[in-house]
């Protein structure tokens, strides 16, 4: 059981180094958008990454508050927050 719980934190740690380096607010930077421009990538971009997180949620099988937790990370982590 503890080798199940320590793969699974090396596996969030790697996921959410990942998602750092090409996170919606890096990349809104790097465009350099500003003002309404910036608000409507940043919506966009959390919405998609939101999508992609339910996906690996599921692929995953997580349910319940497990999935709940891994989502709201997942999307902190890639929108950049």
Not at 23 to 33: F, P
Not at 52 to 72: H, I, M, V, W
Request: glycine content about 4%.
């Amino acid at each position: 059981m503890k080798t199940i719980a320590a793969a699974f934190v090396l596996m969030m740690c790697a996921g959410s180094a990942v998602a750092a380096e090409s996170s919606c607010t890096a990349q809104a930077t790097e465009k350099k958008l500003a003002g309404a421009a910036k608000t409507s990538f940043m919506t966009k971009c959390e919405r998609d990454m939101k999508a992609s997180c339910d996906t690996q949620a599921s692929e995953k099988k997580l349910n319940g508050a497990a999935k709940t937790s891994f989502t709201n990370k997942c999307v902190k982590d890639s929108v950049g927050m």
